[in-house]
């Protein structure tokens, strides 16, 4: 399974854009890349994922590198609501049936 | 749509005792797992099952716990003997396997949090 790197904490100011780094330098041709979140209490959401090109929903927009080693997610205008942990999970649909997790990034959005 | 609901939310129990929670999945939805989490840590997979048949458990699953989806809809994940390092929130999750591969798009309840004192 590829490792990934998050900062463990960012803030963000309300209506401003909320730029999520991933780094998973070790991921290999057939792994997508997966973002979820986690509100207090709450358990995790899915939000949007990738393999390539840039995607975008109605939720977030994700970036990813052209050599896939790093990607970033978009909340193009944070709320209150969007406070929360937020999960980059490699995975690769054709070898396995379970997301593994890491410690995520905690993001702050402040008024 | 009613989403995947977690029974009982909380559980405070003493060590030793045995506890079970019960998983209601998305109503069509043929996948089912179940997760463990501690406090700043993310998500732990434990095990999950496609209809009632239980295709994968994680070695964090010791033989004091077990799983059942016994008609490929509910689930319970009984724990006994509890210890005091059981104490975590259990998250249960389900999608729609229709074809191959899986897609990824899994769909949390809320989780039971237990306490083990």
């Known amino acids: 399974d590829a490792k990934t790197t998050q900062p463990p904490s960012m803030d963000c100011a309300e209506g401003r854009a909320a730029n999520l780094p991933c780094n998973h330098s070790?991921?290999?041709?057939?792994?997508?890349v997966y973002w979820y979140r986690q509100i207090h209490s709450q358990g995790p959401q899915y939000i949007i994922h990738g393999l390539k090109n840039n995607e975008t929903n109605e939720m977030a927009s994700l970036i990813i590198t052209e050599d896939r080693k790093s990607s970033t997610l978009i909340l193009p205008h944070a709320t209150l609501r969007d406070t929360a942990v937020y999960y980059c999970?490699?995975?690769?649909?054709?070898?396995?049936?379970?997301?593994?997790f890491g410690t995520g990034t905690r993001l702050q959005v402040f008024p | 749509d009613t989403g995947v609901s977690q029974d009982p939310r909380h559980k405070i129990t003493k060590r030793g005792q045995n506890v079970t929670f019960r998983c209601d999945p998305i109503?069509?939805?043929?996948?089912l797992y179940w997760y463990r989490q501690t406090l700043g840590q993310g998500p732990e997979f434990l095990t999950y099952?496609?209809?009632?048949?239980?295709?994968?458990k994680s070695r964090l699953l010791s033989d004091r716990f077990s799983a059942e989806r016994p008609k490929g809809s509910f689930s319970t994940l009984e724990i006994q003997r509890t210890e005091q390092g059981d104490s975590a929130m259990y998250l249960c999750a389900s999608s729609l396997f229709v074809t191959s591969p899986f897609t990824g798009e899994l769909f949390f309840g809320e989780g039971s949090r237990l306490t083990v004192l």
């Open positions: 999970i490699p995975f690769a649909p054709h070898n396995t049936d379970k997301l593994i």
């Open positions: 070790t991921i290999s041709g057939n792994e997508y």
């Open positions: 109503s069509e939805h043929n996948r």
């Open positions: 099952f496609q209809n009632e048949a239980q295709l994968e």
